[in-house]
């Protein structure tokens, strides 16, 4: 390569530049840059120690002169409704943006890279002879925007205003300080990034800020609210901007970017320009600058530009996608918090600390053991304990019925039933799941009626050949643990009659189908799927007569709790989602209409089944679909369920339209338990990729669920509990006598690889 442009100057653009010319010293290499050298609209950068010891060995002198500026710290303040809660062992470091900018120009100086100031890039002419063009523009990049059809940035304007302001007040510890209104809640996230000055960053909500008549507001104005505000954070320090020169507010909404495409020709995107991470989590300059570094290795070891720049994309692509994700995770938690404000403040911070979903509880204690003690010990107490345990082994009761522990082993589908009876694969599934510990085992979605089901192979209980068959699986598990026994009940609706898991899941039968029934008559599949019957008030009074037959067949079985399955397009699901019901009867249109079936079924279920024993009912809070379920009629339905006399919700999303696109991830339905806990005020249970007891242990301590449920790792290892009690030390959980010696050995070998001198 001959020529290198960097359009941008910033932290992204100088640090591409830098490592490009030191890999390839004879290329000439210029840096475009709108503003002065010392022009800047923020005030500190964070990074971890993590993030400096990775950058240590890319470029040392740059590295150590980032370094010698920094002001470290390791605590995190929480101030919320007069307390304040510490945490420590978090190990960042902050330093001026201006300062982090003079370094970086400094070096690329040494290095001879040459450095345009003031120069508004209107069109590429300037970068028709070069052999590559980096687009590090920032967030309101022109070249992605001249380019838009090829790159297809997504974004998304979120819900918060904040202002980006300074102080002279040396703050100790990153501090986040939480403030009500009259209108809604305010937040800083403050931390000092060098002997002088701090960065305080005042953020809320956009309905917030407007009803505070914040938008008519001069910058002059909006410091003088901060500050008397925030006034006994800042111990009489005054607030600062740099941003006074912007036109209107220099209030900002925080754009979530993500480009499709980073690349095309010769010219890629960059740190904003291709993606950005909230301020929350402290990474935007962080992985601006690991763009940088990807880049420069990958195009300087391949043979031609383009595979180099594919194989940046590649890689950063799925790194950009993971800390947005937790950046999202953290960013919708400052977004809610008056969700949170409900919390006591240690549980409070516990919950914010560990919002990203990134950082969980045995993290939090490698970090600083006395304050999880402090969490645990609050928790214990809570729950009426003398001491303190791992939150998934506290106590839990829903009514009559009370839980050892907080795991839940989710339903699954076996497909191993014949005319819907379950037999000894059932018993043994069923049997070795519950001597495992779990403190309670749900059955698969068991079905009201033959019609019913999704396969033929699924479970039954419309008949007393099935009650009893179920009755032997019960009093198995009562008799040989402590786990409690819940029975799922369902109605398969337009997804019946269907091809067992293993086969071509949704896909009709080859024969022997059954009809369907649904709110609309809209195949799952189109094209593919049959076509179900519209539903008359006939077969809904049938229906809830099934329902009603079954929930009187599980009592008699001696089930300890029963769930009524409405969520993942199923019969009931159905009838809530927008997209699946389309009647114009009084079961469709709004939400009121649309939920009233279900709440027959759920109403009349709970007047059958007995008062000692709980309620659940499983629900997709999202369609993840166009058009789907909206937040608002979510909640219209969460307090419908709470009056029908609903005792806990267990909260899945999705799987309503074959359409859908989730965001996968580790607990990626998590936050939404977290909303249905909020906005219902009924317990809930997390389902969705809650594979370890630490994600567990997390959920449990900020208060996100109150139970977990764990599906597929239960498939692999039926004993999941037992071994997560015995990586713990946790000596209460309860073990079958006829493992006790398997106890003791696993416990003596867990020693044993602890130790210093390693397993013997």
């Keep these: 390569m001959k020529r290198i442009v960097c359009l941008g100057g ?95 120009q400094q070096r690329a100086e040494t290095l001879g890279i040459r450095q345009h100031f003031e120069f508004e890039v209107d069109d590429e002419s300037i970068c028709q002879d070069a052999d590559l063009v980096i687009a590090s523009d920032g967030v309101n990049s022109k070249t992605r925007g001249r380019h838009a059809d090829i790159f297809r940035p997504d974004i998304d304007v979120r819900k918060c205003r904040f202002i980006w302001l300074g102080t002279t007040r040396p703050f100790e510890a990153f501090t986040f300080a939480f403030e009500q209104t009259d209108h809604g809640w305010f937040q800083i996230h403050a931390y000092q990034f060098s002997a002088e000055l701090s960065t305080v960053i005042v953020e809320t909500r956009e309905e917030t800020w407007l009803a505070h008549g914040m938008d008519r507001f001069s910058t002059a104005q909006s410091i003088d609210f901060s500050e008397k505000l925030f ?178 082993v989710s339903p699954m589908a076996q497909y191993s039933a014949v005319d819907g009876v379950p037999g000894d694969w059932h018993m043994v599934h069923y049997g070795s799941r519950a001597v495992g510990g779990a403190g309670l085992l749900f059955t698969e979605m068991t079905c009201v009626g033959p019609e019913a089901r999704i396969t033929p192979g699924c479970t039954g209980l419309w008949n007393e050949v099935q009650g009893d068959a179920w009755r032997r699986v019960v009093d198995f598990v009562h008799a040989h643990s402590r786990t409690k026994i819940c029975m799922q009940l369902g109605h398969a609706g337009r997804k019946g009659a269907t091809q067992i898991g293993w086969e071509r899941m949704d896909h009709p039968l080859n024969s022997y189908n059954w009809s369907l029934l649904a709110p609309s008559p809209l195949p799952y599949l189109d094209g593919i799927s ?176 109150d139970l977990c449920a764990i599906g597929r790792p239960h498939l692999v290892d039926p004993a999941w509990t037992l071994r997560a009690a015995a990586e713990q030390g946790y000596s209460g959980q309860h073990w079958p006598v006829q493992y006790l010696s398997g106890r003791s050995q696993f416990e003596r070998n867990l020693q044993r690889a602890a130790s210093p001198m390693g397993p013997v």
């Design 231 to 408: 006034a006994k954070y800042l111990g009489g320090h005054r607030l600062m901007s740099n941003a006074n020169h912007l036109r209107g507010s220099a209030w900002l909404n925080f754009n979530r970017v993500l480009c499709q495409r980073w690349h095309y020709g010769n010219r890629v995107l960059i740190g904003d320009a291709a993606h950005t991470a909230h301020f929350g989590i402290g990474s935007g300059t962080k992985l601006a600058m690991e763009d940088a570094v990807s880049l420069a290795r990958h195009v300087t070891s391949a043979t031609e530009v383009g595979t180099g720049l594919e194989r940046y994309q590649q890689e950063r692509s799925l790194e950009a996608l993971k800390l947005q994700n937790a950046a999202r995770n953290r960013m919708e938690w400052f977004e809610n918090v008056d969700r949170y404000a409900r919390l006591e403040p240690w549980q409070f911070a516990y919950s914010l600390l560990t919002g990203s979903q990134r950082i969980g509880h045995a993290n939090l204690r490698l970090r600083d053991s006395p304050y999880v003690n402090r969490v645990e010990s609050a928790l214990a107490e809570r729950s009426g304990l003398n001491a303190p345990r791992p939150p998934m082994f506290m106590p839990f009761r829903l009514r009559g019925m009370s839980l050892e522990n907080r795991v839940v």
């Design 10 to 104: 910033g932290p992204a653009g100088l640090y591409a530049a830098i490592l490009l010319k030191k890999a390839k010293p004879q290329t000439q290499i210029e840096v475009y840059e709108r503003n002065r050298p010392d022009d800047t609209f923020g005030w500190g950068v964070v990074f971890s120690d993590k993030t400096m010891e990775g950058f240590r060995g890319i470029d040392p002198e740059s590295h150590d002169a980032i370094v010698a500026d920094f002001r470290h710290w390791d605590d995190i303040d929480v101030h919320f409704r007069g307390e304040t809660i510490r945490s420590g062992g978090h190990g960042f470091c902050g330093i001026g943006r201006r300062r982090l900018l003079n370094i970086l």
């Design 530 to 705: 049959s076509t179900p019957k519209e539903m008359t008030k006939g077969d809904m009074s049938k229906v809830v007569e099934q329902f009603l037959h079954s929930t009187q067949l599980a009592d008699e079985a001696g089930f300890d709790m029963l769930e009524i399955h409405a969520a993942h397009g199923y019969l009931l699901g159905s009838f809530i989602s927008p997209l699946t019901n389309v009647r114009s009867d009084d079961y469709g249109g709004d939400i009121t209409n649309r939920m009233r079936f279900p709440l027959e079924v759920i109403r009349a279920v709970r007047s059958r089944w007995p008062a000692t024993k709980p309620l659940s009912v499983r629900i997709s809070a999202t369609d993840w679909a166009e058009g789907g379920l909206s937040e608002d009629d979510l909640v219209v339905w969460l307090f419908a369920l709470r009056e029908a006399g609903v005792d806990v919700i267990d909260v899945s999303t999705g799987q309503t339209v074959p359409h859908q696109s989730p965001v996968y991830g580790r607990m990626w339905q998590t936050p939404f338990s977290d909303l249905v806990r909020a906005a219902s005020g009924l317990p809930t249970i997390a389902v969705g990729n809650i594979h370890d007891a630490d994600q567990v242990n997390t959920i449990i301590a900020a208060g996100r669920a």
